[in-house]
C-alpha cells in the first residue's frame, strides 16, 4: 500500500480565495482523521470520520472549514474564504480500529506526507 | 477532555548522551502513544502502552507507563543524529487522539 496521500503538497493562495485539499486513505482503514499544525497551536485535531461519517467535527475553528468524506476512499477539507492565519500544514491521518493485517498496531494512526499551506 | 502535557519542549543532547522526554496528564489514561516526527516530516507511530507499569524497548528507546497511568517517559541511550525530531505523546480518548505538544530533540555531533 502507498500508505496516506495527500493533494497538493503545497498551496500558496491569496486571501479570499478556495482552497481544497485531498486525502487518500489507507484501503480498508475505517478511520479518518484532519489535523493542522502550527508552530504556535501544535498539532490540532480538526475532524475525524468513521465509516466516512463525521464523528467529531469539534476542532473546525469556523464555519469556513467544510470537511466531506463521499466514500471510503477519498475526503477533502475545504477553506472558503482563506485567511492568512489558515496558513499551516494540514496532515491527514488513518487507522484501522482492529489493527493487524498489514494495517499497524492496534489503534496505529498513519500519517499523510501533509499539505503545506500559505495564505498571502 | 483531557490533556496530555511534555516536558521539556527543547532537548538539546550531545551525540552518545542519553535523554528522557516526559509526558504527563492530570487524569487516568486508556493508554498512551508516542510519536516522531522529523524535520519537514510528518508523524509516525512510534509505540502504544496500555498496561500500568509497562515498558517496552525499541533498540536504544525505552518507553515507559506510569503505575498510576498518569504519566509515561521515553528514554533515549546513546544518541545519533538519526535521533533529531519532535517526539509527541498521544493519549486516545473517545476515539480520538489528544496529542501533547511534542519535545524537539536537537543533536550535536
Known amino acids: 500500500d502507498a500508505g496516506v496521500i495527500q493533494s497538493p503538497r503545497h498551496e500558496v493562495t491569496e486571501m479570499g480565495q478556495e482552497v481544497t485539499l485531498r486525502c487518500k486513505p489507507i484501503s480498508g482503514h475505517d478511520y479518518l482523521f484532519w489535523y493542522r499544525q502550527t508552530m504556535m497551536r501544535g498539532l490540532e485535531l480538526l475532524i475525524y470520520f468513521n465509516n466516512n461519517v463525521p464523528i467529531d467535527d469539534s476542532g473546525m475553528p469556523e464555519d469556513r472549514f467544510s470537511a466531506k468524506m463521499p466514500n471510503a476512499s477519498f475526503s477533502t477539507l475545504k477553506i472558503q474564504p482563506s485567511e492568512p492565519r489558515d496558513s499551516a500544514v494540514y496532515f491527514c491521518?488513518?487507522?484501522?480500529?482492529?489493527?493487524?493485517?498489514?494495517?499497524?498496531?492496534?489503534?496505529?494512526?498513519?500519517f499523510g506526507p501533509g499539505t503545506r499551506l500559505t495564505v498571502l | 477532555g483531557q490533556q496530555v502535557m511534555q516536558i521539556p519542549q527543547y532537548q538539546h543532547v550531545q551525540e552518545g548522551e542519553d535523554f528522557t522526554t516526559y509526558c504527563n496528564s492530570s487524569t487516568t489514561l486508556s493508554n498512551i502513544q508516542w510519536y516522531k516526527q522529523r524535520p519537514g516530516g510528518h508523524p509516525v507511530f512510534l509505540i502504544q502502552l496500555v498496561k500500568s507499569g509497562e515498558v517496552k524497548k525499541q533498540k536504544r528507546l525505552t518507553f515507559q507507563f506510569g503505575e498510576a497511568k498518569k504519566n509515561s517517559s521515553l528514554h533515549i541511550t546513546a544518541t545519533q543524529t538519526t535521533d533529531v525530531g519532535t517526539y509527541f505523546c498521544?493519549?486516545?480518548?473517545?476515539?480520538?487522539?489528544?496529542f501533547g505538544a511534542g519535545t524537539q530533540v536537537v543533536v550535536t555531533p
Open positions: 491521518a488513518s487507522r484501522s480500529l482492529s489493527g493487524g493485517r498489514g494495517f499497524g498496531s492496534y489503534n496505529e494512526q498513519f
Open positions: 498521544a493519549a486516545l480518548s473517545w476515539g480520538k487522539l489528544q
